[in-house]
């Protein structure tokens, strides 16, 4: 039981924090065509930021981002925010990683975190697991598990993120 409760609040204290906002901690990671990414330049971007950890193994993730999927463009146009979708596949499952993001047709970017480093960091136990980045960088909320229409409220937060506006 002291095993547990130390991991989990490894885990709770391992974001960055600055004041008392939490940022993005650099991790070295690998997209789908094997191209290394520092999660470091997630904070580039200057646009809102959703961060999505999955699995292949995960129907309510899978269902998540493909319903992200389907409206994607429209939140691009309108709120310019850039996903990033987070696999925690194992290095057993990552070879499935690739055939299913193309063949589902995803557009953004994916990347491997297999030994679970990024994971970790983010204090992730359960997937799906989102967080939501404001545009200087700062984690602003997060939110786990998925159902029907959870990607409406993610998409009205995200639209308050692109107008400069605070979060509830």
Not at 52 to 70: D, G, H, Q, Y
Not at 140 to 161: A, N, P, R
């Amino acid at each position: 039981m002291k095993k547990l409760i130390l991991i989990a609040f490894a885990a709770v204290t391992a974001l960055t924090t600055v004041g008392q906002t939490r940022t993005i901690p650099s991790i070295e990671l690998q997209d789908i065509d094997g191209n290394s990414f520092n999660t470091s330049e997630i904070l580039n971007e200057g646009k809102p930021i959703l961060i999505n950890f999955w699995a292949t193994w995960c129907s309510p993730c899978k269902r998540e981002l493909n319903n992200i999927a389907e409206v994607y463009d429209d939140w691009v146009e309108e709120t310019g925010v850039v996903v990033y979708a987070i696999s925690i596949d194992d290095a057993r499952n990552a070879p499935k990683v690739k055939p299913y993001v193309d063949g589902v047709a995803w557009d953004y970017t994916v990347l491997l975190d297999v030994n679970s480093d990024f994971r970790r960091q983010m204090g992730v136990v359960n997937v799906p697991h989102s967080f939501l980045v404001d545009k200087n960088g700062k984690i602003v909320h997060q939110h786990t598990s998925y159902q029907e229409g959870d990607e409406i409220e993610l998409y009205e937060k995200i639209k308050k993120l692109s107008k400069g506006e605070t979060l509830d």
